[in-house]
């Protein structure tokens, strides 16, 4: 179908792209895309009533969603929780980001992970041959059965990180933020994720993409590094949701580049709990700490893993040095350290 909006008014997720996409590469569409660098500052007040979406998709303005949303909450009985972290999309350019961003054909499988009323949900379904949603809040769960009942939305009522995860093609969840990062480990662990397009608190979203020495850099940022690509597709402010956060968010794309030994992965992310726990010391410091803890040879455990990364704080070590220091702790018989002082940061 073509885009009746002209050129000024082209693609929503491109005009509120992630900053990181304007950097030049010396390519002619490069140099146009710095021409229109200001498209970028516009996102805040360029909204879907200026702009219908493709074939098969409701023209919803910003305004009309957010009634549709207050209507369908008040006639399911639900009041939104903040400690769950319920805010629900009532920006139609945050849903047409998601699903531009996940590319969903019609012979592809889907996962929503925390549907809320289905607003995302109805839009994955117009794309995809089947679409699983599981919803943790029972209300929430039956008001979707019904809403879904004889579709191809399979609704289950379950909490994400207590269950084995459905074998999709990809994922596309609005992300409930309280949980986030546990949610992003579940998947990367799970050898059947391939790709996902998400929400995420903007800050979360930085430390996916974290290198070793940033501020954000943390275990998350790490173990997405060894496994994935990541890509922030776009920003997002409060008011995109309702009830609104007090925060802004970043709609993220994760594709899987490799699978993980489940064995190593554990391990793994033991490490980065205990060495995280302990960011700003030297990974020597960390080590001497370790080595009481679990009643081993400090000097032989230093000499497994090299002088090259002794002195280093544990936030300048790259994704390659956590992997190196795991598998020595691994041929050193450390299968014990996450009971032996890994306290889980929550990074």
Same mark, same amino acid.
């Given at each position: 179908?073509?885009?009746?909006?002209?050129?000024?008014?082209?693609?929503?997720?491109?005009?509120?792209?992630?900053?990181?996409?304007?950097?030049?590469?010396?390519?002619?569409?490069?140099?146009?895309?710095?021409?229109?660098?200001?498209?970028?500052?516009?996102?805040?007040?360029?909204?879907?009533?200026?702009?219908?979406?493709?074939?098969?998709?409701?023209?919803?303005?910003?305004?009309?969603?957010?009634?549709? %949303?207050?209507?369908? !909450?008040?006639?399911? $009985?639900? #009041?939104?929780?903040?400690?769950?972290? /319920?805010?629900? @999309?009532? =920006?139609?350019?945050?849903?047409?980001?998601?699903?531009?961003?996940?590319?969903?054909?019609?012979?592809?499988?889907?996962?929503?992970?925390?549907?809320?009323?289905?607003?995302?949900?109805?839009?994955?379904?117009?794309?995809?041959?089947?679409?699983?949603?599981?919803?943790?809040?029972?209300?929430?769960?039956?008001?979707?059965?019904?809403?879904?009942?004889?579709?191809?939305?399979?609704?289950?009522?379950?909490?994400?990180?207590?269950?084995?995860?459905?074998?999709?093609?990809?994922?596309?969840?609005?992300?409930?933020?309280?949980?986030?990062?546990?949610? %992003?480990?579940?998947? !990367?662990?799970?050898? $059947?994720? #391939?790709?996902?397009?998400?929400?995420? /608190?903007?800050? @979360?979203? =930085?430390?996916?993409?974290?290198?070793?020495?940033?501020?954000?850099?943390?275990?998350?940022?790490?173990?997405?590094?060894?496994?994935?690509?990541?890509?922030?597709?776009?920003?997002?402010?409060?008011?995109?949701?309702?009830?609104?956060?007090?925060?802004?968010?970043?709609?993220?794309?994760?594709?899987?580049?490799?699978?993980?030994?489940?064995?190593?992965?554990?391990?793994?992310?033991?490490?980065?709990?205990?060495?995280?726990?302990?960011?700003?010391?030297?990974?020597?410091?960390?080590?001497?700490?370790?080595?009481?803890?679990?009643?081993?040879?400090?000097?032989?455990?230093?000499?497994?893993?090299?002088?090259?990364?002794?002195?280093?704080?544990?936030?300048?070590?790259?994704?390659? =040095?956590?992997?190196?220091?795991?598998?020595?702790?691994?041929?050193?018989?450390?299968?014990?350290?996450?009971?032996?002082?890994?306290?889980?940061?929550?990074?």
């Amino acid at each position: 179908m073509a885009d009746p909006r002209g050129e000024e008014e082209g693609a929503l997720c491109e005009l509120r792209r992630h900053p990181e996409q304007d950097a030049h590469t010396g390519s002619e569409e490069d140099d146009c895309e710095e021409d229109n660098a200001g498209d970028y500052e516009r996102r805040q007040v360029l909204h879907l009533h200026q702009a219908p979406y493709e074939e098969g998709i409701l023209i919803l303005t910003d305004r009309s969603l957010l009634a549709l %949303t207050k209507r369908a !909450l008040e006639e399911a $009985g639900i #009041r939104p929780s903040k400690s769950h972290g /319920q805010n629900y @999309v009532v =920006d139609p350019a945050l849903i047409k980001c998601l699903l531009d961003s996940a590319a969903i054909s019609g012979n592809e499988t889907v996962l929503e992970i925390g549907p809320g009323i289905g607003t995302l949900t109805e839009e994955i379904s117009k794309r995809a041959r089947k679409v699983i949603a599981v919803e943790s809040d029972p209300a929430s769960a039956r008001y979707l059965s019904e809403k879904f009942s004889g579709s191809n939305v399979e609704v289950i009522q379950a909490d994400i990180l207590r269950i084995n995860l459905p074998e999709v093609d990809k994922v596309v969840s609005n992300l409930p933020y309280s949980i986030s990062t546990p949610i %992003t480990f579940k998947l !990367l662990s799970d050898r $059947g994720f #391939r790709l996902g397009a998400f929400t995420f /608190q903007k800050e @979360v979203a =930085d430390r996916l993409r974290a290198k070793p020495s940033d501020p954000d850099y943390s275990r998350l940022s790490v173990a997405v590094s060894l496994l994935a690509e990541v890509k922030a597709v776009a920003d997002f402010p409060p008011e995109s949701f309702y009830p609104a956060p007090s925060v802004n968010s970043t709609v993220v794309t994760i594709k899987k580049t490799k699978a993980p030994n489940l064995a190593e992965w554990k391990a793994l992310d033991a490490t980065l709990k205990f060495l995280f726990s302990q960011r700003r010391r030297t990974l020597r410091k960390a080590l001497e700490t370790f080595s009481k803890s679990m009643g081993m040879d400090r000097a032989l455990l230093e000499a497994m893993i090299g002088v090259g990364m002794i002195e280093k704080r544990v936030f300048e070590l790259s994704p390659g =040095d956590f992997l190196e220091i795991s598998r020595a702790f691994s041929r050193l018989g450390a299968g014990g350290i996450e009971d032996k002082g890994a306290r889980d940061t929550g990074l």
